[in-house]
């Protein structure tokens, strides 16, 4: 244990540029993913709903860049909306995740007693729920599609950030800083605000990006059962499922969209991993 | 032949030099203080002894025990010297011992991990291990969990691990250092007689220069992975002849300057506290039983002047922490009251603002203390909020800003970096500030110097001293370090079991403790004085 103070370079930590490179590659890979999900708003290169069955199941060539399904769909285009829905799904299914969950933690942890309890026991109910057949009950009371997805998604995050962040805030509340902070006369909202969220924050990111990947496989599994976006609405999980059947005949068709989800999950959790190290003033250089 | 010789001993880890050239020896039967500061290297070596240095580490030079060289040895031949010729003692009695295995357990496995002895053999090892460090059978039964007993028996158990085979050398790292004083002076005399008994070497690595004055036959002391001086421990403490030497030895009886307080006994005290009583609920026994209670603060009384400095010592478990809770209305109380410059700090819920802006607190981790997301700036202003929109903005704030960092030796600029940039010393001073910036009446000095390396908390106590001169300042000064409370206070409390059993000058209770506890704290806290006196060292010094 040094007692000096660390410096800026010498107090960094051994392989501290790693960050670098994870950080550059995610956040590359995701960058280029939310691309080519936005410029699928306004342009793909053919209608991704367009059925032409003279040209199906063609290999990857000049006029289709990654070829065509069995109804002669343009994989490409198929690829670029199925990206836009994918994300979105998992994006908002992870925010509503975060946005109920975490409050809920931090008042767990904050007021503790009664509480803490009934909070955390509805969480263990939902828990208790195996997600699939939830997403199936939502789905038969709503009907199939995307919102609904989002929404038998997004409730299953609530309790992953509820409990993690109750846990990890728990602990931090036995801080002596958040005692002084007591002394000083803040409350209970203040002081998770102040002092508990922002140590949370680099398990919170990280947590955030696995759940977005988890989102993202599970709009995949919600799909492929029929239960998520309904055609002619392109997803990744969808391509996976449709080209089930084909797999002797156009491994391509299930390898591309399979890489796709591959890739963005790999890229966000890079992007999460050099995200948390650069929350954290401790790991970022100073700026003197 | 030499038991452990260590020569030219040089480590590193990833390229940063940790130790360079030590040289050490420790003889059977005898007792070998490493003492130096904190990042000095002392458990680095004894790390290096064992073979457990972290990953990354280059060692080179000589480590012989009985005259069989140890650097060079593959890890499987060191994991048959661990345990059988070298035991290990830590600091950490609560976390050194697996809490989920019986003592009887733990100590039989250590023995048949390095011995091929059946399973009653190796219970009969370990009924001995623990006979032998004082935990009768009888009354501490092998079946016993580590939970159930106290940190000192805890310690005597991870004696008796260290001990089972009869190592040749024992290293203890800081063995006393997480215990109260009355528990540390058993501890120490267990170790003394075991030395003895079995002849072994111990190399007792700490950094409190009083418990090795008492016991050690010769002493080391380590600086910036060097050693700087090594001899016997009479000599050494004579001649002083290393400077740095002269430093640590003026720091450990470091006495700062403060003038005596005027205290006008008609005024509206500081600090009034009148029969304040604290109870835990315990967990029900039965469902319908009555609840049981533990009181830890129990009908405790007594006033802190203005400008008057008081300490409040005890050991563990004696209700300090939940009395300065109490006083700081982080906790409720169940009777009596508390009145801070006349303002009620309240029975019910929390204090007054007007109350809460008049006290602060400093803690003890000087690393815990602060949030590493704030800059300094953000961190010591939060007292700030007591004030509602009185606090002060802009320029004001700014000018508080520096006044505050100024009063505590720091620069005006500091306020801009983030704490992991400070030192131990220098965030006990950003946590100083903290409590000044609100200008309060009394300070509760939590065992605010107590992490502190001996020349740093000389520093502090320096700069405590000269505050409460200037600002007229008050202090709840708690501590189990009496050294410590001699130095700084007026008046000391001593309290035990929830209750304060004697209260007095500080010098006056010091030189003539009435209570018999009073006596038997002040009886078994290693004094550096007293240890020189017995060996005759401090006559020398002063003819």
Known sequence: MSDRPLDSAAGRPAGGRRWHASMAVGGLITLVMVA???????????????????????????????????????????????????????????????GLGVPLGLLAAGRR???????????????????????????????????????????????????????????????DYVLAARVAGKGHW?????????NLMSTLVVQATIQFSLGILAE????????????????????????????GLAPQLAIIPGLAIVLTVLGLNLMGDGLRDLLDPRLRRSRS | MTLLSISGLNLSISGTPILKDIALDVEAGEIVGLIGESGSGKSMTALSIMHLMPTGSVKTGSITLDGVELVGKHDRQMCLIRGIDIGMI????????????????????????????????????????????????????????????SGGQRQRVGIAMAIALRPRLLIADEPTTALDVTTQAQILDLLRRLVEEDQMGLLLITHDLAVVAGLAHRIAIMRRGEMV??????????????????????????????????????????????????????????????????????????????????GLVGESGCGKSTLSRAILALEAIQSGHIHIEGEPVGTGKGAS???????????????????????????????????????????????????ALDNVGLLASDANKYIHEFSGGQRQRIAIARALIIHPALIVLDEAVSALDVSIRAQILDLLADLSDRLQLSYLFISHDLTVVRSITDRVLVMKAGKIVEEGETEALFQNPQHPYTQQLIAAAPHLERALAARDIMGDRNA
């Not at chain 1, 203040?190 to 922002?198: F, K, V, W």
């Open chain 1, 190 to 198: 203040l002081i998770s605000i102040e002092h508990i969220l922002p």
């Open chain 2, 229 to 310: 001086e090594h001899g016997e421990t009479g000599d050494v403490f004579r001649h002083l002849r290393h400077p740095y030497t002269r430093a640590l030895f003026e720091a450990s009886r470091h006495q700062p300057v403060r003038l005596a307080p005027e205290i006008e006994p008609d005024a509206v005290p500081v600090l009034d506290v009148r029969g304040v009583v604290r109870d835990y609920a315990k967990s029900r026994k039965s469902l319908f039983g009555p609840r049981q209670y533990f009181r830890a603060v129990n009908e405790v009384s007594f006033v802190i002047h203005k400008g008057e400095n008081v």
């Open chain 2, 90 to 149: 830590f600091q950490e009695p609560m976390t050194a011992l697996n809490p989920l295995m019986t003592i009887g357990d733990q100590v039989a496995e250590t023995v048949r991990m390095h011995k091929k002895v059946g399973h009653e053999e190796a219970f009969r090892i370990a009924r001995d291990a623990l006979e032998r460090v004082e935990l009768p059978i009888d009354r501490f039964p092998l079946s016993l969990y580590p939970h159930e007993l």
């Open chain 1, 36 to 98: 080519v999900a936005l410029v699928s708003l306004v342009w793909t290169p053919y209608d991704p709903a367009a059925i032409s069955i003279p040209e199906r199941l063609q290999v990857p060539n000049a006029l289709h860049w990654l070829g065509t399904d069995y109804f002669g769909r343009d994989e490409l285009s198929m690829l670029m909306e199925g990206a836009r829905n994918s994300m979105a799904v998992a994006l908002v299914a992870v925010g509503v995740g975060i």
């Open chain 1, 113 to 175: 007693g009664w509480l803490d309890e009934v909070v955390m026991r509805v969480n263990d109910l939902v828990f208790a729920f195996p997600a699939l057949l939830l997403a199936i009950m939502i789905t038969a009371l709503l009907g199939p599609g995307a919102v609904n997805a989002i929404l038998a998604i997004g409730i299953f995050n609530i309790p992953v950030f509820a409990r993690l962040t109750r846990g990890s805030a728990l602990s931090l509340w036995t801080r």
């Open chain 2, 353 to 403: 603002l007007a109350a809460r802006r008049k006290m602060q607190i400093v803690f003890q981790d000087p690393y815990g203390s602060f949030n590493p997301r704030h800059r300094v700036e953000r961190l010591i202003t939060e007292p700030f909020h007591l004030l509602g929109s009185d606090a002060p903005a802009g320029r004001d704030r700014d000018r508080r800003i520096a006044e």
């Open chain 1, 220 to 247: 995949a599994a919600l799909a492929y059962v029929g239960l998520g976006a309904q055609p002619p609405i392109p997803s990744w999980g969808k391509m996976l499922a449709d080209s089930q059947t084909l797999i």
